[in-house]
C-alpha cells in the first residue's frame, strides 16, 4: 500500500485514493478466490453466517417487498385505468419486480443491514487485535471471517431476492384487490403468463453478484480497518456506501449484458 | 514471593548452561512507520527456558518488536529467527506450523468475544484432526484449571473482569502448549494485587508447561517476578541489560529511574 502510494504521487490524492481502493479490493478478491476452494472447509460457520444473513434478514426483506409490491399497484393503478389497461396491471407489476425492483430494492437493504453488521463486525476484531490472535494462533483468520461470510451473502441473497420478489406479489394482489376483486389464482395466472424466461433468468443471475460484491466489500472494509475505534464507524459506512454503490454498477451492466443477450 | 525469587536464580543457573540453544535471535532488526523509525537494529538473544523482561516507556516500540517476532508486522531490515526458522523468509503454510509453537498474550487479551470462554480455547485446537473431542474438552478443562478458571467455562468474554480476561487469554495461549510464550504488556490496566497474580501466573505456566517467555512492560513490578534476565529498550535500542538486581544499581540515571 506504502509503495504503491508512493509510485503514483503525480495523481491528485482523492483519484489516487480511489485507485488504490480499487487495488485493494482486486487483492482482497484475489485472496478470496485463492482460499474459497482450500481444505479445511468451514461448512458450520458457513451455515452459521448463512442464518445471521438470511434468516436474520427475512423480517425486514418481508416488510419492504410487501410495501414495494403494495405501493407500486396503487400507484400504477390509475394510469393504466386512464387508458383503460387495468387487466395489464399483474403482469406489469410482475415484470417490474422481479427483473428490477426486488432485487435492486432487496440488494440495497442487504448492503445496508448486512454490510454494515460485517463491516462493524471485523473492524472492531481487527481493533482489539482478534483477527491477530487468531492469525498467531496459526489458523487462517481470512479462511474464518471473511471466506465464510462471503459465501454466506453470496447464497442468501438470491434466496432473500425471491422471497422479496414473492411477498412483493403478494402485496401487488392485495393492493389490486383494494379497489377490485381479482381472485389469487387469477391474479397469479396473470402476473406469470407475461414473464418471460429473459425476464427471470438475468435478474436471478445478477443477484449472486450482488451477493457476492456486497460480502467481500463489507469484508474488505472491516478487515483492513486499522484507525482504532473511529475506523469502526467508518468501516460500517464506507461498506454501505461503497456497497450500495456496487448494486447499481452491477445492475446497470447486468441490463446492458441483458439486452445485448436478447 | 521468596520462593519465586530462589526459582528464579535457579533457572538463571540453568541458562547459563544452555546458551547456545537459543530460542529466538534477531540481529539488526530495523521497523519504521513512515519517518518514524521505532525499532533501530534490534539484537535479542532468548535461550530456552528463559524468562526475559524487555522494559520500556510506552511508545517505545516493545510491541512492535514482539509482533515482528510473529510476522504480524513485516520487518523492513535485519534478521529475525525463531525456533530456528527465518521468519520473514516463511511462506504461509510454514507460518502457521511455527506460530504454532509460539504462544501470544495480547495486552487487552483479545478474546474473541462472539464466543463462549470454552470455544475460545477450543479455537486454537480446531486444526488438530489428531485430537478426538473428548481429549479437546479435557485440555480446555485443564487449561481453564491451571489459571483457577474452571467455573468460567460457559461465560461470554463481556462477562469477565479484566483479570479473568487476562487469565482466560493465558489459558488460550498454553492450549497448543507452545515453546515459547510472548506477553504483551500482561499487567496493564490491573490492580496491583490482581497484576501481581497474573506475574505470579507467569510464572507457574512457565514452570508447568518449561516454555521460554519474553515479556515486555513497563511494570515493574512484573519484572521483578517474573524476569531472570531484563532488558532496557530507548529509542529504538536496547541501552541496558542485566538482571533486576543489576539493573537496579545501574549507573545509567535514566535507566535506573525505572526502578525508583
Not at chain 1, 444473513?53 to 417487498?65: A, E, I, Q, W
Not at chain 1, 481493533?127 to 491477530?132: G, Y
Not at chain 1, 467508518?234 to 451492466?253: K, M, P, Q
Amino acid at each position: 500500500m506504502d509503495s504503491s502510494s508512493t509510485k503514483i504521487t503525480f495523481l491528485p490524492a482523492s483519484i489516487r485514493d480511489f485507485f488504490l481502493e480499487v487495488d485493494g479490493i482486486s487483492r482482497f478478491t484475489g485472496q478470496f478466490f485463492k482460499t474459497v476452494f482450500k481444505r479445511p472447509f468451514e461448512f458450520s460457520e458457513v451455515a452459521k453466517q448463512s442464518f445471521i444473513v438470511g434468516y436474520k434478514s427475512l423480517g425486514l426483506v418481508t416488510v419492504t417487498g410487501f410495501i414495494m409490491g403494495l405501493v407500486l399497484t396503487i400507484q400504477s393503478r390509475p394510469t393504466l385505468a386512464r387508458f383503460g389497461a387495468e387487466s395489464w396491471l399483474p403482469g406489469m407489476v410482475a415484470i417490474s419486480i422481479i427483473r428490477e425492483i426486488g432485487p435492486v430494492i432487496t440488494a440495497l437493504i442487504c448492503a445496508g443491514k448486512v454490510g454494515s453488521g460485517i463491516g462493524a463486525e471485523l473492524a472492531s476484531m481487527k481493533v482489539t487485535e482478534q483477527i491477530d490472535a487468531m492469525e498467531v494462533a496459526g489458523t487462517n483468520p481470512f479462511r474464518y471471517l471473511v471466506v465464510t461470510r462471503v459465501l454466506a451473502t453470496l447464497l442468501m441473497i438470491p434466496l432473500l431476492v425471491i422471497f422479496a420478489d414473492t411477498v412483493g406479489l403478494i402485496g401487488s394482489y392485495i393492493g389490486v384487490n383494494i379497489m377490485g376483486d381479482v381472485g389469487l389464482r387469477l391474479y397469479f395466472s396473470q402476473a406469470i403468463e407475461h414473464l418471460d424466461f429473459v425476464d427471470v433468468f438475468p435478474a436471478f443471475i445478477k443477484t449472486f453478484f450482488f451477493g457476492f460484491a456486497i460480502g467481500i466489500i463489507a469484508c474488505y472494509k472491516g478487515y483492513t480497518c486499522n484507525k482504532g475505534t473511529e475506523g469502526v464507524g467508518l468501516a460500517a459506512n464506507s461498506a454501505v456506501v461503497i456497497g450500495s454503490l456496487c448494486v447499481f454498477i452491477i445492475d446497470l451492466i447486468a441490463v446492458q449484458l441483458a439486452s445485448f443477450f436478447m | 514471593m521468596e520462593t519465586v525469587v530462589e526459582n528464579m536464580e535457579a533457572q538463571n543457573a540453568a541458562v547459563g548452561k544452555k546458551e547456545n540453544d537459543l530460542i529466538v535471535l534477531t540481529e539488526g532488526l530495523c521497523k519504521s512507520f513512515g519517518d518514524n523509525h521505532v525499532l533501530k537494529g534490534i539484537n535479542l538473544q532468548i535461550a530456552r527456558g528463559e524468562n526475559v523482561v524487555v522494559l520500556g516507556k510506552s511508545g517505545s516500540g516493545k510491541s512492535v518488536l514482539i509482533k515482528c517476532l510473529v510476522r504480524l508486522l513485516s520487518i523492513d531490515a535485519g534478521k529475525v529467527i525463531v525456533l530456528g526458522h527465518d521468519i520473514p523468509a516463511l511462506g504461509e503454510e510454514e507460518l502457521n506450523d511455527v506460530r504454532k509453537k509460539i504462544g501470544f498474550l495480547f495486552q487487552s487479551a483479545a478474546l474473541y468475544d462472539s464466543m463462549t470462554v470454552r470455544e475460545n480455547l477450543e479455537f486454537p485446537l480446531r486444526e488438530m484432526k489428531n485430537q478426538s473431542k473428548d481429549e479437546k474438552e479435557k485440555q480446555v478443562i485443564e487449561d481453564l484449571k491451571s489459571v483457577g478458571l474452571e467455573e468460567a467455562i460457559g461465560l461470554m468474554p463481556s462477562e469477565l473482569s479484566g483479570g479473568m480476561r487476562k487469565r482466560i487469554g493465558l489459558a488460550r495461549t498454553m492450549i497448543l502448549k507452545p515453546e515459547i510464550i510472548l506477553y504483551d504488556e500482561p499487567t496493564t490496566g490491573l490492580d496491583p494485587i490482581t497484576s501481581k497474580e497474573i506475574s505470579r501466573l507467569i510464572i507457574s505456566v512457565q514452570q508447568e508447561l518449561k516454555t521460554t517467555s519474553l515479556i515486555i512492560t513497563h511494570d515493574i513490578e512484573c519484572a521483578k517476578i517474573t524476569a531472570n534476565r531484563i532488558l532496557v529498550l530507548k529509542d529504538g535500542v536496547f541501552v541496558a541489560e542485566g538482571t533486576f538486581k543489576e539493573l537496579e544499581k545501574s549507573e545509567d540515571k535514566w535507566v535506573r529511574s525505572f526502578f525508583e
